[in-house]
T-cell receptor
Framework: EAGVTQSPTHLIKTRGQQATLRCSPI?????VYWYQQALGLGLQFLLW???????NRGNFPPRFSGRQFPNYSSELNVNALELEDSALYLC???????????????FGPGTRLTVL | AQSVTQLGSHVSVSEGALVLLRCNYS??????LFWYVQYPNQGLQLLLK??????LVKGINGFEAEFKKSETSFHLTKPSAHMSDAAEYFC?????????FGAGTRLTVKP
């Protein structure tokens, strides 16, 4: 069974540009999560999508946005890039959360975004 | 709001020694707690999780963690460290879809 895949592996942009990161969840998973892992700041929750809807977002400005497609894959868009956006962006997927509690999140290898 | 605090950003042990990585949580509802491991240049892999039931949870690679409500802790242990355990370890707390991670603890294993 294929795991969570992310593309591209590396992305280099200049300040002010836009970046688009892509994520394909494990087959059968309907929830997709995005995290930012910046040096020295740990993992910060960005966005949660489930069944095409944004369910929750972390404490990030509106220039961080995304969407989930009917096939449950997802895009993360970062507009007006700033130097501090340089980080590893991790995507995770899970089965839909049920009344019994959250399901395990399976992580992809990440996209390393460098803003020059 | 729920959160976790990992005590110690770096832990160094000798091969064969006990591994103890500390995690304390804050949650207004019964917590769901997780430990993940991240090897260099890789994503995160689940080690173990606590949802309900038995408070001592066994995970992969010989790791285990004990949920202690009175201490609001979920410390990760392994009786005997192996060189391959060197990695970054993250404690996390979650309700529905909103997983909050600790800052991480980098484990170094000395020969």
């Amino acid at each position: 069974e294929a795991g969570v895949t992310q593309s591209p592996t590396h992305l280099i942009k200049t300040r002010g540009q836009q970046a688009t990161l892509r994520c394909s969840p494990i087959s059968g998973h309907t929830s997709v999560y995005w995290y930012q892992q910046a040096l020295g700041l740990g993992l910060q929750f960005l966005l949660w999508y489930d069944e095409g809807e944004e369910r929750n977002r972390g404490n990030f400005p509106p220039r961080f946005s995304g969407r989930q497609f009917p096939n449950y894959s997802s895009e993360l868009n970062v507009n007006a890039l700033e130097l501090e956006d340089s980080a590893l962006y991790l995507c995770a997927s899970s089965l839909a959360s049920l009344a019994g509690g959250p399901n395990e999140q399976f992580f992809g290898p990440g996209t390393r975004l460098t803003v020059l | 709001a729920q959160s976790v605090t990992q005590l110690g950003s770096h832990v160094s042990v000798s091969e064969g020694a006990l591994v103890l990585l500390r995690c304390n949580y804050s949650s207004s509802v019964p917590p769901y707690l997780f430990w993940y491991v991240q090897y260099p240049n890789q994503g995160l892999q689940l080690l173990l999780k606590y949802t309900t039931g038995a408070t001592l949870v066994k995970g992969i690679n010989g790791f285990e963690a004990e949920f202690k409500k009175s201490e609001t802790s979920f410390h990760l242990t392994k009786p005997s460290a192996h060189m391959s355990d060197a990695a970054e370890y993250f404690c996390a707390v979650s309700d529905f879809g909103d997983m909050r991670f600790g800052a991480g603890t980098r484990l170094t294993v000395k020969p």
